[in-house]
């Protein structure tokens, strides 16, 4: 295990080795048409100027974070002006996370449609070569950053305690690039998304995707910028963070005996590096088992290799576990175990897995309550919207449980040390978790090339199959993301209070009810920012997509022929095809590109610096048990508000793709679900993913200003904890004793009792009691 230990940051560079060879593979693959070809280009030159438009502005904000973190790291004891470098590696490597994703993921769009032309496992194999680079790409970056970070420091004679806080700062720098990815992006792809679905299906009637739609281009590129790059961004942020919350809590049992006898006492901390490391080989492995035939379903694909890789995983946490953590030891008066922890892994592991299925039966189609949807648009756009909204705040329940299910079972096995290590185990998979989520937009681009390449029905046929199993798993995708943000939150909440010297949020406190209510307020604050800046930026596109249909005379003279046929361009006459053709490429994409572009990169800056502001003005103008107020606010109302928001949106998007599969577009009850799809469209692409993040970044914020703002020893001192022991021995026989020894501890007002009960000679139960007593009084010295 020592080796394993070394060699961490050899995992890391095992992954990207994967992602280039896939990415290579992907490249050779056929591009189809020149008329696919422009196309692609068009929608790929898109992609990359947001990208570089984003981390321009980002760049600026990174820099001047880091001088602010180097400043404060070198000023105060238990914290390091490397912390800044930390702070420059993680958003460096999130950053490059989205970056790999965005490149591959607008190469294998349209090898994917040109592999359709042939067959569906084809398509499938392309589009899931593309996911498999960004899923692989993220873990790779993520295990090798921490694990060549972590060697650095410890190499520099440092206490772990600052090691770790050092190495926070990684965490806040991939937080603060995801939170800007992800609103960003959400802005970007909504605003193009609900320009082209208004004006172009709604107002002019022509299909989705169709070349003829000026945003049509925006959209698809859209669809990289918030699904790929952004749901990698979550991914990778929540990954790194649960492995940091982990390392700080498992730090706490660095003086215990148990632990002295192998890896220098650090066996709880390198845990959660192992196990990533690792899942990067479970998911490559798993990778391998993604195969279908034509005719096969590519969702029983998907699971294969996605519930496959999941239980190699837990098979191999079984013997890693065994390995690293003593059998058993002792932490004050609990007990914790080996066993344990493996058991808040699988706890972690099956409530992810869980989620994402009770997310698919809320949105997936056909399901019983899209159907209400459908029913429900038979009598216009508001009972449409009424029934998603319905849909939406009832699928919190069940998500809530499990979670909460998750947390009292792994906190029951392995305390605080529990719930964090059930956020790596649920996150262990996220290399093919996330490859089976970035197929999804990968097949939807797909999609939208045979559309606009107007190729034959059977393709688009095939497209549509994998675009339909890829919506299924975006949704699941996106209820893993929610669970185990949720997961990580409190990861990260735990190893704050830990650093911070807050022992409980005791919300009679006025301040501390108070930073509660702040933080309840903050989830509707974020989304009502990001809606809004949707609703402007679509309004935006809608006027110019009006202006060329109005202005463009080409435009005008097809759009009246694909009125007058139908939009079944098969039943047009030869002079109305030469009218139509005429009017192939004069459509001014680069406009609309360039309006989602510059109202993204504008309207993300407020929402990302309100996440960022809020618990340092908390923090250092109230205290740290208010700033732990704020943080259990947030993230009560931020995870209810992201899963209503998310499954709200998913199921009035599959509603809307049901009744158009009844063969019913541009019916009433159609028009009624576009409206609702569009309502849905920034809940479940802007705002709601948004807030995963939202609550991981200010507990990370939190975790890294915890040394500025900890309470004082005199502090904890006066009102945390005292402890009082007695005991009673009484004789068995001439050679044994019995002792029972009865505890009581007030911490933060509140009492907590225990019996200990010790047999054997006389000198053997003096030391135990005697050990015992001294643990007791060790747990209250950590606190004060």
Known sequence: MDILIKGLPAFGVLALLFVFIKSAWVSKQDQGTDKMKRIAKNIADGAMSFLKAEYKILSIFVVAVAVLLYFKGSSEDGSNGMVAVSFIVGAICSALAGFIGMKVATKANVRTTSAARTSLGKALEVAFAGGAVMGLGVVGLGVLGLSALFMLYSGQGWEIGEVLNVLSGFSLGASSIALFARVGGGIYTKAADVGADLVGKVEAGIPEDHPLNPATIADNVGDNVGDVA???????????????GTMVLGAAFTQIPAFASSFDGLGAVYLPLVLAAIGIIMSIIGTFFVRVKDGGNPQTALNIGEFGSAGLMLVASYFIINQMLPETWSFGATEFSSIGVFWAVVAGLVAGLAVGKVTEYYTGTGTKPVNSIVKQSETGSATNIIAGLGVGMMSTMFPIILIAAAILVSHHFAGLYGIAIAAVGMLANTGIQLAVDAYGPISDNAGGIAEMAELPS????????????GNTTAAIGKGFAIASAALTALALFAAFMQTAGVTAIDVSKPTVMAGLLVGGMLPFVFSALSMNAVGRAAM???????????DIPQLKAALEVMRAVDSDMSKATEAQRKTFDEADGVAEYDKCVAISTKASIKEMVLPGLLAIAVPVAVGFLGDAEMLGGLLAGVTTCGVLMAIFQSNAGGAWDNAKKMIEEQGRKGTDPHKAAVVGDT?????????GPSLNILLKLMSVVALVIAPSIAI??????????????TKEIVMLDENNVKATVEYVQIVNGKE?????????TDTEVNKEIEAFENQIKDQVKKIE
């Open 679 to 687: 309502v849905g469209d920034p809940f479940k692409d802007t705002s």
């Open 230 to 244: 952004g749901m990698g961004a979550d991914l990778f942020e929540s990954y790194v963070g649960s492995i940091i």
């Open 752 to 760: 907590l009792t225990g019996t200990k009960i010790f047999e054997g």
């Open 458 to 469: 059977e393709v688009r046929e095939r497209t549509d199959k994998l675009d339909a199993v």
């Open 540 to 550: 935006a596109m809608i006027e110019e997509v009006r202006r060329q249909f109005r």
């Open 712 to 725: 004082t020893s005199e502090g904890v001192a006066n009102y945390t904890a005292e402890e009082e022991i």
